[in-house]
């Protein structure tokens, strides 16, 4: 049953209409599960990536590589410590 769940989810994902939908591009960077997330919404669809683990001076390294190859995208960090 859960399989066909996620199908059906996947199909209307993939069928989903974009057009109207607002331009968001983020980079979202959570201290306290040292992780970062880059994704992108808009009228061409979404794309999204994370990378999670390690220490806080890689996740800061990543986050500034991040920010300098897509400075247009709005920076987020979440520090919940």
């Not at 980079?27 to 061409?44: F, N, R």
């Not at 990536?49 to 800061?60: A, N, V």
């Amino acid at each position: 049953m859960s399989r066909l769940h996620r199908e059906l989810l996947k199909q209307q994902l993939m069928n989903y209409d974009y057009s109207n939908t607002p331009v968001d591009k983020s980079i979202l960077v959570e201290l306290d599960y040292k992780q970062i997330t880059v994704s992108t919404e808009g009228p061409e669809g979404f794309t999204h990536w994370r990378s999670s683990g390690g220490e806080l001076g890689k996740l800061i390294e990543m986050m500034n590589t991040q920010v300098s190859r897509h400075p247009e995208y709005d920076l987020i960090i979440v520090d919940t410590i």
